[in-house]
């Protein structure tokens, strides 16, 4: 079993700064690609930010590319997600994701596998 702990949420004004950070213990083998995903009030869960286990590919969601920034840490099993300029619509809760599949944002893929993992989520909110 994956345990994923998630960290860094918070509160923050408009145009701030938060980093995320969740770590992956137990049993990792199934990391192939980790990441987050958010879910805000009323809507459906969606990829924010995904890093594949071998080389730098990485995959944003079109709302946040050029302002989020994902890192990963294959020894120490952990993921970062550096949110800049933040905008009241990233306010949500913030959820860690492993999953053996190839990065894709898609929730339906991601969500239908029985080995993906997700942290109990961080609430991130941007007030304006």
């Known amino acids: 079993q994956v345990q994923l702990v998630e960290s860094g949420g918070g509160s923050v004004q408009a145009g701030g700064s938060l980093r995320l950070s969740c770590a992956a213990r137990g049993y990792t083998y199934a990391t192939n690609c980790m990441g987050w995903f958010r879910q805000a009030p009323g809507k459906e869960r969606e990829g924010v930010a995904l890093a594949h286990a071998a080389g730098e590919y990485t995959l944003y969601g079109d709302s946040v590319k050029g302002r989020f920034t994902i890192s990963r840490d294959n020894a120490k099993n952990t993921v970062h997600l550096q949110m800049n300029s933040l905008k009241p619509e990233d306010t949500a809760l913030y959820y860690c994701?492993?999953?053996?599949?190839?990065?894709?944002?898609?929730?339906?893929?991601?969500?239908?596998?029985?080995?993906?993992?997700w942290g109990q989520g961080t609430q991130v909110t941007v007030s304006s």
């Open positions: 994701v492993t999953t053996p599949v190839f990065c894709t944002l898609n929730l339906t893929i991601v969500a239908g596998h029985p080995m993906t993992h």
